[in-house]
Nanobody, 125 residues
Framework: QVQLVESGGGLVQAGGSLRLSCAAS????????MGWFRQAPGKERKFVAA????????YYVDSVKGRFTISRDNAKNTVYLQMNSLKPEDTAVYYC??????????????????WGQGTQVTVSS
């Protein structure tokens, strides 16, 4: 059983930066692959980034490569999403999620078992 709480969202101008955090409860956090997803108004929730349980592998949707960086600190039970060079198209509610499967697919939304409540990111022009 894992509970996730996102934080760090807010309003930022285009070109600015934000760092999102996802704090997880539970003693087995290190066993879970972690992902970030986002959902803009009227659109489906989409994959953004993911990281393996060890932190050795990361994955990104093409539109954020070179701008976003996912990382994790298992000792702190926390995963981060550093977002640089933000664009208005990045505006969405951002959710973190945990995947406890033996062989996670990382980018597939229905593979994730636990979800946070989301944090709003708004990028203005």
């Amino acid at each position: 059983q894992v509970q996730l709480v996102e934080s760090g969202g807010g309003l930022v101008q285009a070109g600015g930066s934000l760092r999102l955090s996802c704090a997880a409860s539970g003693r087995t956090f290190s066993r879970y692959a972690m992902g970030w997803f986002r959902q803009a108004p009227g659109k489906e929730r989409k994959f953004v980034a993911a990281i393996s349980w060890s932190g050795g592998r990361t994955y990104y949707v093409d539109s954020v490569k070179g701008r976003f960086t996912i990382s994790r600190d298992n000792a702190k039970n926390t995963v981060y999403l550093q977002m640089n060079s933000l664009k208005p198209e990045d505006t969405a509610v951002y959710y973190c999620a945990a995947d406890g499967s033996n062989y996670p697919s990382f980018t597939v939304i229905y593979e994730y078992d636990y979800w946070g409540q989301g944090t709003q990111v708004t990028v203005s022009s």
